[in-house]
């Protein structure tokens, strides 16, 4: 018989009591640091007492009570992490009807339709996030396509950027002559007249009330809903990666009734477009920091928007966007690099305000320019007291660069990656850049070469199903994307960053836990830790690769209960 290692938590009373719950006859993929595959767990008070074979599992930990469940050689990996949700917004979304796929023009126009034949006249019609890339036209919409209808203004959210229609252009009164706002853009066409295209100058959008008029108790039912879907997705742990003191309270309010179904690690952005003194006041004045919390409901990360976003053309590169970009994102200057939002002088005040306070630190950083001008501030900042220990990331960083990664690994920083916009955007950001300029495009092997730790997310914001939202938060597909690299049009886009299976597995679970300070605690199947695990209906680790994006979870468990049981597992 082979040797087996019994591990028994270091917390494990002296004579040890039956387990709870053991799993056995399976295959537990531990991710542990020799990365042991195992036969049995065993449970107990919802932490996670001894990891072996089968027999010695059962025969030390089994007692009259312990529930003991066969799992018919079915794979089990740590309860998964997606580092980067958006979950009150998302679960808002669908909450009162469910929206369509809008991927041309012509569903966009379609939707518009449907809304102005029940919308009374004047009122305002919103097409949902939407971004050009993944358009079948590939092209920012401009206002002739929203004129399909005239007797409502329409805008359509595209995120940093909207869209109106001619009706709402002369609404909110903007025309040739209206000066941009500070930081913002009135994009014009060739005769000089606005194309309805407005960057970051949602200020100028007058009479639309966008919040939706929503209860608290929806907001809370919304929230737990999204929350649960996670749970079928095989998601144990989520980071809510923009929470302002509304969703900080829908959050705690949501534990103190028991409906938290996740674990939830929040990041907290403020309004980076407050001048410095008031940011740096409400740093000193919020009465949390990383890490205020539990293992159930703790902060996580201090955040500033630095720059806009790929998808729409505004996030900051190091070079310009060039002549594709000017159809993808109603673009008419050509040396336009996007938009950096907070000055460098202002952005490292108000970071030096947040790292004094104790915060992770992290800036939404999309374009290379931004990427850079973080790093910067960081370098700074450690120039004054070392920034590693605050475990500080960089976040999307899409277009990334040698230099910045061996930047990072000598700062320490990690990085919090996205890799469905591989899946979802490449194809139409390769028109944009060239293949060459997608070559750092989330390039996950150079990070893990280049020594930085990486947190795999979705950027799930919009839509309630885990395949088809924006963006889709199945982590399986997550997987599937880091390890392949191919896009959803079939293309392998610099499969030199590919990853392998364990280290796509580690982007969801033992790294992400060590991004968010809790890979004591989680991350892995080892003794002493938590019970968060998820039982799958086949073999991550050596099912056709093609298989990857559709493994289904069938139990996810958290602290040792099962939290969702899928009807296929019996
Ligand atoms: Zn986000």
């Known amino acids: 018989m082979r040797y087996v290692a019994i591990l028994l938590a ?117 097409v949902p996030r939407t971004f050009p890339t993944r358009l079948k036209e590939m092209r920012m919409p401009t206002r002739e396509v929203l004129d399909i209808d005239q007797d409502h203004p329409v805008l359509f959210d595209a995120s940093y950027v909207v869209i109106l229609n001619s009706y709402a252009l002369s609404l909110c009164g903007i025309d040739r002559h209206t000066p941009n706002p500070p930081g913002g853009e009135i994009v014009k066409d060739a005769n000089g007249e606005p194309n309805g295209i407005l960057k970051n100058a949602q200020s100028l959008v007058k009479g639309l009330d966008r919040s939706a008029h929503f209860t608290e108790s929806e907001k809370l039912d919304a929230l737990e809903q999204q929350l649960k879907r996670y749970l079928a997705a095989g998601l144990t742990t989520v980071g809510d990666r923009a929470v302002d003191a509304e969703q900080i309270d829908l959050y705690r309010k949501l534990k103190a009734a028991g409906r938290l179904p996740v674990r939830a690690v929040l990041t907290w952005r403020p309004d980076g477009s407050r001048p410095a003194a008031e940011l740096q006041r409400q740093i000193e004045a919020a009465p949390y920091t990383t890490s205020t919390g539990d293992s159930w409901l703790k902060f996580g990360t201090f955040k500033l928007t630095l720059d806009g976003g790929m998808t729409i053309g505004t996030a900051y590169q190091r070079y310009p966007y060039g002549p594709f970009g000017r159809q993808l994102y109603g673009k008419t200057d050509p040396d336009d690099r996007g938009q950096l939002f907070i000055p460098p002088d202002k952005l490292l005040a108000v970071m030096r305000a947040a790292r004094d306070r104790g915060w992770q630190l992290t800036t939404h950083d999309q374009g290379g320019g931004a990427v850079d001008t973080f790093l910067d501030t960081l370098e700074a900042l450690d120039w004054e007291k070392p920034i590693a220990p605050t475990r500080s990331h960089v976040m999307h960083a899409s277009f990334q660069s040698p230099e910045a990664i061996a930047r990072m690994k000598k700062l320490g920083i990690l990085a919090d990656v996205q890799a469905a916009w591989l899946y979802l955007d490449a194809p139409a950001l390769e028109q944009v850049f060239g293949y060459e300029g997608m070559r750092y495009f989330y390039p996950l092997r150079s990070y893990i070469d280049g020594g930085v730790i990486l947190a795999a997310g979705s950027d799930h914001m919009i839509g309630h199903d885990k395949n088809t939202a924006v963006n889709p938060y199945n982590p399986f597909l997550s997987m599937w994307t880091e390890v392949t690299r191919l896009t959803n049009r079939g293309k392998a886009i610099h499969p030199e960053e590919r990853i392998t299976r364990i280290e796509a597995l580690k982007s969801h679970t033992i790294w992400a836990a060590w991004l968010q300070f809790a890979e004591n605690e989680r991350g892995s199947i080892e003794p002493g830790k938590l019970a968060d695990m998820v039982v799958i209906d086949r073999d991550y680790l050596t099912c056709p690769e093609t298989q990857i994006k559709d493994i289904q979870p069938l139990l996810t468990m958290l602290n040792g209960r099962i939290a969702h049981r899928a009807p296929a597992f019996h």
């Open 10 to 126: 270091s917390a494990a009373p002296l004579f040890a009591a039956d387990a709870d719950l053991i799993l056995h006859n399976g295959k537990i993929v531990t991710v542990d640091n020799r990365l042991s595959i195992q036969q049995a767990v065993a449970v107990r008070s919802g932490t996670i007492i001894a990891v072996g074979t089968d027999a010695a599992v059962l025969q030390a930990e089994r007692g009259p009570k312990t529930e003991v469940i066969d799992l018919r050689a079915r794979t089990v990996l740590p309860g998964l992490v997606d580092a980067h949700v958006h979950a009150l917004e998302a679960g808002l979304s669908e909450f009162r009807a469910p929206l369509p796929p809008l991927d041309s023009f012509a569903a966009v126009q379609q939707f518009i339709r449907k809304q102005a034949a029940r919308a009374p006249t004047g009122a305002w019609i919103v």
